[in-house]
């Protein structure tokens, strides 16, 4: 993450909240960093401006000690104008490109904490639209376990505004793959 991402959001209120809790930890978003390979462009690249999202902080409460997992993640997203789908609404499209990349997050987190090879994909994505996702704003996106039954995990998702209005919500399955050939 980005020093200023940080900074930016911490001259929101809201956001400096959040940001200055001590009990939470802040994420490194790899998915916001180039890669020579072009993997995570979509993040990194095309979705990475002044006019799109221009800051993007995670973070996840400190675990207690022996937890065997982090419960949920929460992540701070700028959205601008180029995201729109309509004048000043976010398209949907992008709000459930965003919560897919929230909840890949929480299961990444969790998988390097455990030591876990391999990464996760997103076998399938529901999400409801409640309220127009409108720009430009900043919204907190969460994600919290559901049931993990082996390689699966049940994922949900909220994006909300800065009043605490829930806009979407979202649920998936990832599946860990713990080989890059391997299948679903």
Request: aromatic share 8%; proline share 5%; with cysteine.
């Amino acid at each position: 993450m980005a020093d200023s991402d940080i900074e930016y959001l911490q001259s929101i209120p809201w956001c400096a909240k959040i940001l200055g809790d001590p009990s939470f930890v802040r994420i490194p978003t790899s998915t916001r960093q180039f890669k020579e390979s072009t993997e995570d462009t979509l993040f990194a690249e095309t979705l990475k401006t002044d006019d799109t999202i221009r800051a993007w902080v995670a973070v996840f409460r400190q675990p207690t000690p022996g937890a065997t997992k982090i419960e949920e993640v929460r992540t701070i997203i700028t959205l601008g104008y180029r995201l729109n789908g309509y004048p000043h609404l976010c398209h949907g499209g992008v709000v459930a490109t965003i919560m897919d990349e929230v909840m890949g997050t929480l299961c990444s987190v969790n998988k390097r904490r455990n030591g876990i090879i391999g990464g996760s994909v997103t076998a399938s994505l529901s999400v409801s639209f409640l309220k127009p996702v409108r720009t430009p704003q900043v919204v907190l996106v969460t994600a919290n376990f559901g049931e993990i039954k082996g390689r699966k995990s049940y994922v949900e998702s909220s994006m909300k505004a800065s009043d605490g209005i829930i806009l979407a919500k979202a649920e998936a399955l990832f599946i860990r793959i713990d080989d890059p050939k391997e299948r679903l």
